[in-house]
């Protein structure tokens, strides 16, 4: 591997306030030096995927994400679970990744942050997605880590000291793996 390992932070939610998208802001202040992480910001502009729009057609926020993912050495996902499976968006980001083969091989891993026994349909599915996509799954970085609403601050991140020991623990596992695949 590099000196540095840019990692794309994927929230599955759109919601203001979000257990998930804080999970990943605090991630990211977190990341070790070797670490560069960037936070996909475009989740609620992705337009419905069609498969019509899957090549000369495709839509600029569809390549901008494919890009950010070709140029990304691993994914990190936190996602809610709604109706016991992803959320319809993330579902969607993850079509506009199945043509275009940048997640090939791409070493991807995933939080949950859910309260215990929750979340499991969202990981699950995920799951089963990056395996349609022959993403390299980061096993030893796939962790439930549950935050209270309460450790979610106003500045949205999460305040659990827990909460930054346990990342720091899915960062070792990320740079492990990929300094072992390089």
């Known amino acids: 591997m590099s000196d540095n390992a840019r990692v794309l932070l994927i929230s599955g939610s759109t919601r203001n306030g979000s257990a998930n998208t804080a999970a990943l802001v605090t991630a990211a202040a977190l990341a070790p030096e070797r670490v560069t992480p960037v ?3 475009g989740l609620a502009d992705l337009p419905a995927f069609n498969p019509d729009h899957d090549g000369d057609l495709l839509p600029p926020a569809a390549a901008a994400l494919r890009g950010e993912i ?5 994914i990190l996902f936190c996602t809610p679970e709604y109706a016991g499976t992803l ?6 980001l993850l079509d506009w990744t199945v043509g275009g083969g940048e997640m090939y091989e791409k070493p991807a891993a995933w939080i949950n942050v859910a309260a215990p026994g929750r ?3 969202a990981t699950a ?6 395996s349609y996509v022959s993403a390299a799954v980061i096993e030893a970085a796939c ?16 305040s ?7 990342v720091a ?7 492990g793996y990929l300094d072992a695949a390089s």
């Open 39 to 41: 936070l996909y910001g």
């Open 70 to 74: 070709a140029a990304a050495a691993a």
């Open 119 to 121: 979340g499991g349909g």
């Open 87 to 92: 959320p319809g968006s993330l579902k969607n």
């Open 125 to 130: 599915t995920l799951a089963s997605v990056l």
């Open 169 to 175: 623990g899915i960062w070792t596992a990320v740079l």
């Open 160 to 166: 659990d000291p827990g909460f930054a020991v346990a």
């Open 143 to 158: 962790r439930d880590v549950p935050v209270p609403r309460d450790a979610v601050t106003r500045e949205g991140t999460v």
